[in-house]
């Protein structure tokens, strides 16, 4: 895990250096100044007096590029943004009476004094509103209508046979998942290394941080377990991915530079593990335990290895399914269920016709593996999961773990040994097409 002391000093540092510059451009420049402090704190503001169309605009655009940064981890285009609209905000705003500057600088002084009571970029605050936004949208229920009729149209395959048609990352997640549960049919193994795949981590890699050559150079964690516990990860290869889950401030490699996201760093610590890397594990599970450790009953989304800050809170779903993987192995206790519970029978009581209901269905049939919970399981029995196929690998992995020694009440772990499992798996003939 990233050493929290010096993540705290570069917190102060970032912090006391945002706010001198700001502090500066307020007080030096004069009224350019003053608007270049406004812009850095709120991208647009400072170029109100040249033309709000212009300071609309240049919001807009920032928020869009904030967007962008948070999907792919595309970090230089706001930071680029912000800088090009306070330079310009400068160049564009002229010296105005002496009143009027006065008025500007005291104004700037009322944001500095706002951002100082922040330990970190006001850019940052905008990032977890974005998230936050983006879940609070996708429980509303004329979304959730349209999410249910998209989730329909997305493959007519059911089952795992459809794997081929959800997003690239989604693909990762569902054949890293599935290949836990056993040998997988040749439709998983190409969806983890399907052109989708690589065209994102090669696209990522070279506009994110102008990476040529190998796709999955240093970040891609979902990516690369699926290749590793597919077994189409060669020596070499894995030992990049072993050597950059060492380096990484989180234990495991990012999912996008700079963003590690809990399901996708569980995955790739179990991969670790089956190949021999343990200490993969015993870092992501001192993560579970710090920066990504349960806080009024939500994990964080996601966490920025820059100043290892907690953004967002993650999918109910995907809170599900990352503590209970971790679960399997030992790396949290039970108190995810206890308060994932009622979400996770309300999922039940609406049904599958949502991809995301039907993955937290599924999610917490692999917790009913570990806990003692009769009425939760009868609820649970009744959906039957078949359309999402992430959905089905989490439900096959319930089921196979179930089937190999896993007892409720259990707190340790219990291996996953890969190759136990794949042996009871290749007896029952369990292969889910």
């Keep these: 895990m990233a050493d929290v002391p010096s993540l705290r000093v570069r917190r102060v540092v970032t912090a006391a250096v945002s706010l001198t510059i700001t502090a500066l451009l307020a007080v030096a420049l004069g009224d350019p100044g003053a608007h270049m402090a406004q812009n850095l704190v709120i991208p647009g503001i400072g170029l109100l007096e040249v033309s709000r169309l212009l300071a609309v605009a240049v919001l807009v655009v920032t928020t869009a590029a904030i967007v962008v940064w948070v999907t792919w981890g595309i970090d230089w285009l706001p930071a680029g943004i912000v800088l090009g609209s306070t330079v310009a905000a400068g160049l564009l705003t002229g010296d105005h009476a002496a009143d009027v500057a006065d008025a500007a600088r005291g104004s700037a002084g009322q944001l500095v004094a706002v951002a100082a009571a922040h330990e970190f970029p006001l850019v940052v605050l905008v990032v977890g509103g974005v998230m936050w936004l983006r879940t609070t949208v996708g429980r509303m229920p004329g979304v959730r209508r349209l999410a249910a009729r998209r989730s329909r149209g997305v493959s007519t395959v059911p089952g795992l046979g ?10 990762s997640r569902a054949a890293a998942i599935a290949a836990m549960a056993g040998p997988v049919p040749a439709s998983v193994r190409d969806a983890a290394a399907s052109d989708a795949v690589v065209t994102r981590a090669r696209r990522i890699g070279l506009f994110a941080r102008g990476r040529h050559g190998d796709p999955f150079a240093v970040d891609h964690a979902a990516a690369r377990a699926a290749l590793a516990l597919t077994g189409q990860l060669d020596d070499a290869a894995m030992a990049r991915f072993a050597g950059d889950a060492h380096d990484a401030a989180a234990g495991v490699p990012a999912s996008e530079p700079t963003w590690v996201r809990p399901l996708d760093a569980t995955i790739a610590a179990i991969a670790l593990r089956a190949a021999g890397h343990e200490v993969a594990g015993r870092r992501w599970a001192a993560m579970l335990a710090g920066p990504f450790a349960l806080r009024h009953g939500h994990r964080p989304g996601t966490w920025w290895t820059p100043l290892g800050i907690r953004l967002g809170s993650a999918p109910v779903w995907e809170h599900a399914a990352t503590s209970a993987l971790a679960r399997a192995h030992g790396w949290c206790d039970d108190a995810d269920w206890r308060v ?16 995301v209901d039907e993955r937290s269905i599924a999610a917490a049939r692999l917790w009913l593996v570990f806990v003692d919970d009769e009425q939760a399981a009868r609820i649970l029995a009744r959906p039957t999961v078949h359309r999402d196929p992430l959905a089905v690998a989490l439900d096959r992995l319930a089921t196979t773990l179930a089937a190999t020694g896993a007892h409720s009440g259990s707190t340790g772990s219990i291996g996953l040994d890969p190759t136990d499992v794949h042996r009871h798996t290749a007896e029952r003939g369990d292969l889910v097409p």
Excluded at 162 to 171: N, S, T, V
Excluded at 340 to 353: F, I, K, N, Y
């Design 340 to 355: 994932l519970r009622p979400r996770l029978l309300g999922a039940a009581a609406r049904g599958t016709a949502v991809a």
């Design 162 to 171: 459809g794997i081929g048609a959800l997003p690239p990352l989604d693909r």
